[in-house]
């Protein structure tokens, strides 16, 4: 009848970084659900996880830990081993990361 035993599955997470690890996200990704399609590490070792929209504020800004973003968005796992200095977006949550050398 009822499946009270039943495993629930856990999310992946392969960051080398700590899971409580602070990342720098927009409301977009976190209240409207949006697609994460911009990420990057900066040369301080921020990371970063926007929707890809152009204009982002203060006010849009949210900071949640990086095991949370690994739950919002499974794929942000093909993103564990991007150094710093380097960021990566894509078009859609389907599409592969492209790597790009983030400005000083």
Request: with cysteine; charged share 30%; aromatic share 10%.
């Amino acid at each position: 009848m009822f499946n009270i035993f039943k495993k629930t599955e856990k999310a992946e997470y392969k960051f080398s970084d700590p899971e409580n690890t602070l990342c720098f996200t927009c409301n977009h990704v976190v209240i409207d659900k949006k697609p994460i399609l911009y990420a990057s590490h900066d040369n301080e070792g921020d990371w970063q996880f926007l929707c890809g929209q152009e204009n982002h504020s203060e006010q849009n800004a949210k900071i949640i830990s990086l095991k949370e973003v690994t739950e919002l968005d499974q794929t942000i796992n093909d993103l564990f081993e991007m150094p710093t200095g380097i960021g990566a977006e894509r078009e859609t949550i389907n599409d592969k990361w492209m790597p790009f050398r983030l400005e000083d």
